[in-house]
């Protein structure tokens, strides 16, 4: 089947394209309901002190329950919600979710824990990020400090000037900033010495196959010195394994997230988990 188009060009006819085409159409559609039909949840991923054996901390991670479709992850609509604008507001709805739950288990006891939340690159170059970051720290109470915000490589790389201007005004409110996915972005290492950040988060590509992978070794051996030598903090992403964790704390890296302790959880679940760490 052929429809034909003007003068001499005809297209083939699909009828899957055009079922795909409805899907995405119903998809996005769906997509700009999400947040006002509170379809959002947040779930946290413990970040495990391997030497105290505690979680010190949690990352947000945003889910979509989507009417009918089950729990749609991040990489199935994030980028869609980033085409379209929807990241901005999605962002900063998980961000205040983020910092009153986080401000419910201090007030439960736990004054320790910090969170982090990702950023994605148009919601970090928004104007008002600044002030929204301020005014949810506000509204919510947590201490700034407890805050950290994961960025990635590429974001740094491009736009530098303003980018440092912003992540300065950030660290003025004390907020924590992190370099999510490590190695994996644009690396000109040159970037680390101009950028005040706090943490480097080892991509998860690299503690694959670690430690029988000699690559895989070296990288992550030599991020962790890096991180040592400019005196920021040093977690591994994606740990699932027991060998894994024994390399990375044999090499100095002591802050562990990954399905190896614990999958990210709902926030009552992360509760149980720390009351039964005192236990
Ligand atoms: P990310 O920030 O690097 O987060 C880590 C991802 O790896 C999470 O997937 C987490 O569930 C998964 N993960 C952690 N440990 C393990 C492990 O041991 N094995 C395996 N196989 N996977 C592990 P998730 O939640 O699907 O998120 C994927 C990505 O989507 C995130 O990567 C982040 O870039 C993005 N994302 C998630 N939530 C948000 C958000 O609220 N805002 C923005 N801008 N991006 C988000
Ligand atoms: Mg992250
Ligand atoms: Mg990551
Ligand atoms: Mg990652």
């Not at 052929?2 to 003068?7: D, R």
């Not at 943490?199 to 051996?221: R, S």
């Not at 997230?257 to 988990?273: D, H, R, T």
Request: aromatic share 8%; net charge negative.
């Amino acid at each position: 089947k052929a429809k034909k188009l003007s003068g001499n060009q005809f297209q083939l006819y699909d009828p899957e394209l055009e079922d795909r085409t409805v899907e995405s159409v119903e998809f996005e559609n769906d997509l700009y309901r999400a947040l006002k039909n509170d379809e959002l949840t947040a779930v946290y991923q413990p970040k495990y002190d391997s030497l105290k054996n505690v979680i010190v901390g949690v990352e947000a991670l945003l889910r979509w329950n989507r009417p009918n479709k089950g729990v749609i992850k991040p990489r199935d609509f994030i980028p869609l919600a980033e085409e379209t604008g929807l990241i901005i507001p999605m962002g900063e709805w998980i961000l205040r979710k983020a910092c009153a739950q986080t401000k419910e288990w201090h007030n439960q006891g736990f004054e320790h824990m910090a969170v982090s939340v990702n950023l994605s690159p148009q919601q970090f170059n928004q104007e008002e990020l600044v002030a929204n970051v301020k005014q949810i720290l506000e509204d919510t109470e947590l201490p700034p400090s407890c805050l950290e915000l994961e960025l990635t490589e590429n974001l740094i790389i491009h736009n530098t000037k303003k980018t440092l201007n912003v992540i300065h005004q950030l660290r003025e409110l004390g907020v924590k900033i992190s370099i999510d996915d490590f190695g994996t972005g644009y690396s000109s290492l040159g970037y680390l010495k101009d950028f005040p950040v706090d943490t480097l988060k080892i991509d998860k590509t690299f503690i694959d196959e670690l430690p029988e992978n000699p690559n895989n070794a070296a990288i992550t051996n030599t991020i962790i010195t890096l991180a040592n030598s400019l005196q920021l903090d040093v977690i591994a992403e994606g740990v699932e394994k027991k060998e894994q964790v024994e390399y990375l704390n044999a090499h100095g890296c002591h802050l562990i997230q990954g399905y190896y302790f614990s999958k990210p959880l709902k926030a009552e679940n992360v509760m149980q988990q720390m009351y039964s760490q005192y236990l």
